[in-house]
Structures are given as structure tokens and as C-alpha cells.
């Protein structure tokens, strides 16, 4: 049986163009699975994971672009889409970003849903920095003179 952490990550892959090896290194995968089932619950967490389960295997068996599936189907959504595209922005950032007033109007208010940092090394660990090519100001530093040099802007792998 595959966990929840499982299928976070396998989204979140797919969500991110970053590997699955690149999530787990930053140590936050369980943190921000924890933090989207505290804010939103698991019913809508295991919903927008069961969605792209499905089209991860329609992609698989017919050839189906899987991007243009998870446009349509969660992130097109009402309900999913605001909450995918937070935790994209909280893979990124380290912040889980209070969901939309639209959102909150149509699901209804959730306790603790109001932006904030999830942890200190969210910042540190955010996918921002490696994206870009830089380090994060004030953590990890580059070394001595390393300012004087454009940063290297790797190029993102494609599914």
C-alpha cells in the first residue's frame, strides 16, 4: 500500500519538476504534508493525491500529456487548485499562504489557515534557491567572493 507521504511526493514531482531524490533532501516533505492536512484536512488532501494518481496512470496508458491532465483536473478545480498551487509556492518559499477569500467563501474557513513560514529550515530548503541558482541571503553561504560571479541558472530536467 502506497502512504500519503508517498503520494505527496509523487505529486509534488510532478507539481515541481523537481526530482523526488531533490524533495526528500530538503527533510520538509512530512512537514508540509502535515501542514496541508492541518489547514485543509485529509478528505481534500486525499482527493487532489487519488486525482493525480489517476492521471498519472491515464498519462501512462495512453499517452495523455500528464501536465495537460493535472492542468484540467486539480489545478483547473475550484477546490484543488488553490490548494496545489499552495503547496507548489510552499515547496518553493517555506510559506503556506492563506487560501484565496474566494476559496474560504465556497469551503468554508479553516483554523490556522493564514500565511506563514512552516519552519525555519523552510526557508533554507525552499526549491527558490536552487531554481534560481543562488544560495538563500543570510544561510548557507557561498563562499568569500562569490558575489562576484553571475549566479548559474541550472537547467530544470523535463518529465
Known sequence: ??????????????????????????????????TVVRIVGATIVDHLLDLHANA???????GARREDLLRRDIFS???????????V???????WY???REWTEAFGARP???T?????????????????????????APGYGSWAFPPYIPTLATH
Open 1 to 34: 500500500m502506497t502512504t500519503r507521504l508517498e503520494r505527496f511526493l509523487a505529486f509534488s514531482v510532478d507539481a515541481t519538476a523537481f526530482t523526488r531524490f531533490e524533495l526528500q533532501g530538503t527533510g520538509l516533505a512530512q512537514d508540509y504534508l502535515d
Open 56 to 62: 498519472a496512470a491515464a498519462a501512462a496508458s495512453d
Open 77 to 87: 478545480d475550484p477546490q484543488l487548485g488553490p490548494v496545489a498551487r499552495n503547496i
Open 89 to 95: 509556492k510552499m515547496w518553493f518559499t517555506g510559506i
Open 98 to 100: 492563506e487560501l484565496p
Open 112 to 114: 490556522g489557515d493564514v
Open 116 to 140: 506563514f513560514v512552516v519552519s525555519g529550515t523552510a526557508y533554507i530548503e525552499g526549491l527558490l534557491w536552487p531554481a534560481i541558482g543562488a544560495n538563500p541571503p543570510g544561510a548557507k
